[in-house]
């Protein structure tokens, strides 16, 4: 796992927004009170959730509606489908996100 510190403004009550870490696209919303990183494109049809809005502990996708838990990226029930989460860390210095190395970087270092 790579760790990369967050460079956002993170003082807004609630947002979602796209971020760029280590060339790849975040979803990164916060929403009462708690940080979550996600995926940036929708698994069911490529819908950009870094687009859409939380309802009731989840990220919903603003092309179909399709809608995901931001703890776990599950989607609903009859969804089917998930988007991946990435994990979040407090530090003394800020907030980090947690990527998961490509397989030829794992391969190969
Ligand atoms: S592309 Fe996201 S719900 Fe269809």
Known sequence: MKWIKLDVDLSK????ELIMVDRKKICLVKHQNKLYALANNCPHAGGILSGGWCKNGNIVC????????????????GQNDYVDVYPIEE???????GLQEGFWKRLFS
């Open 62 to 77: 603003p092309l179909h509606r399709y809608a995901y838990n931001l703890e776990t990226g599950k989607g609903l029930p």
């Open 13 to 16: 009550e609630e947002f979602v």
């Open 91 to 97: 530090r003394e210095d800020g907030f980090y996100v």
